[in-house]
């Protein structure tokens, strides 16, 4: 048995870590946005002086760069292996996580540089409409999807074109900022059921997927502050609806952290922190609408969670890489 074990390891060393190197490693930029977004509104509420968000923006922007050369290098080296995850019924679903980087990106970057705001923005609204065109012709021509395949990450591609608006808005292009918002929001609705129908009357997520379950927090966070953008900040019934609706799902989230919190660590823990970090956000904005001293320590209190997340999530992940538990073949 150990000989065995021996010669696995043995093999796996042997293997070109570059071609495993997955897609789903952009969460992380997702992740480093959304904490960037939130400190950014956190120095403004807690009145702090420190430009803690811009900091984060390099830091997030010099990630974005380094996973990106990696990718692009597999793309070169391993074409075949690029195409297979654009292909894969599951990884297809994290591959918009790239445009959505640059669209988080061109936010982040807003407020520095608005020329290269507007380039992000600009290459991210194309990839990104690209992408969900892709994913969603796939769906509906599909010959290799299952039950099993779905899981929350499918609002990733479609439902994330809720994220334009809140750059696109400022860069003054509106009317293509409700065409994105229109799809996204159109979209979450549908695939709420489809996913909801999925967890209700058929077998649970596995293991590896459980953390996309925070993924249902994302839609109406997102969906909450892009609308505010597009109708002038007017905190209406509609905005009502989808930020309470958001904090919902952070409630049903955070009743089940004690088993989120037993598993074992894999990149889709990711999905944890972009979902908490437009939350914080989210309820910042909502703090600061309507006044509410509660809203105003809860996003506080997010804020510091979300930081926590952060970190937790970065150690862990690169004690994965030094265990060479990450960019591995994977067993489908």
């Given at each position: 048995m150990t000989a065995q074990k021996t010669t696995q390891a043995m093999e796996q060393e042997?293997?070109?870590?570059?071609?495993?190197?997955?897609?789903?490693?952009?969460?992380?930029?997702?992740?480093?946005?959304?904490?960037?977004?939130?400190?950014?509104?956190?120095?403004?509420?807690?009145?702090?002086?420190?430009?803690?968000?811009?900091?984060?923006?390099?830091?997030?922007?010099?990630?974005?760069?380094?996973?990106?050369?990696?990718?692009?290098?597999?793309?070169?080296?391993?074409?075949?292996?690029?195409?297979?995850?654009?292909?894969?019924?599951?990884?297809?679903?994290?591959?918009?996580?790239?445009?959505?980087?640059?669209?988080?990106?061109?936010?982040?970057?807003?407020?520095?540089?608005?020329?290269?705001?507007?380039?992000?923005?600009?290459?991210?609204?194309?990839?990104?409409?690209?992408?969900?065109?892709?994913?969603?012709?796939?769906?509906?021509?599909?010959?290799?999807?299952?039950?099993?395949?779905?899981?929350?990450?499918?609002?990733?591609?479609?439902?994330?074109?809720?994220?334009?608006?809140?750059?696109?808005?400022?860069?003054?292009?509106?009317?293509?900022?409700?065409?994105?918002?229109?799809?996204?929001?159109?979209f979450w609705v549908i695939l709420m059921a489809i996913v909801f129908n999925r967890m209700l009357f058929h077998d649970p997520l596995p293991t590896m997927l459980l953390p996309t379950l925070f993924i249902l927090i994302a839609p109406p966070a997102v969906g909450f502050i892009s609308y505010l953008k597009l109708n002038g900040g007017q905190l209406d019934a509609f905005a009502h609806i989808l930020y309470y609706l958001a904090l919902f799902f952070a409630m049903l989230m955070a009743i089940d952290v004690p088993r989120f919190a037993r598993l074992p660590f894999f990149l889709s823990w990711w999905a944890y922190s972009f979902p908490v970090a437009a939350m914080t956000i989210a309820t910042f904005v909502m703090a600061g609408k309507t006044g509410a001293p509660f809203l105003a320590s809860l996003a506080v209190v997010l804020l510091v969670l979300l930081s926590l997340l952060i970190v937790l999530l970065l150690v862990k992940t690169l004690q994965a890489v030094q265990a060479r538990k990450i960019c591995v073949e994977r067993k489908h």
């Open positions: 042997q293997q070109p870590r570059l071609k495993f190197f997955p897609v789903s490693f952009f969460a992380m930029v997702m992740g480093l946005s959304g904490l960037t977004l939130a400190w950014h509104k956190g120095e403004h509420a807690l009145g702090i002086s420190f430009p803690i968000g811009h900091v984060l923006a390099a830091f997030t922007l010099a990630v974005f760069v380094v996973l990106g050369a990696f990718y692009l290098m597999k793309f070169v080296r391993y074409p075949k292996a690029v195409i297979g995850e654009l292909n894969h019924p599951v990884m297809m679903a994290f591959f918009p996580a790239i445009s959505i980087s640059l669209l988080l990106l061109s936010i982040c970057m807003l407020p520095l540089h608005r020329t290269f705001s507007l380039v992000l923005w600009s290459v991210g609204v194309a990839a990104h409409l690209a992408l969900t065109l892709h994913v969603v012709r796939s769906w509906v021509h599909h010959d290799k999807f299952q039950l099993g395949h779905l899981n929350p990450a499918w609002f990733i591609p479609a439902v994330g074109n809720v994220i334009a608006p809140i750059a696109g808005v400022e860069l003054g292009y509106v009317e293509i900022s409700w065409f994105f918002f229109a799809v996204g929001i159109s």
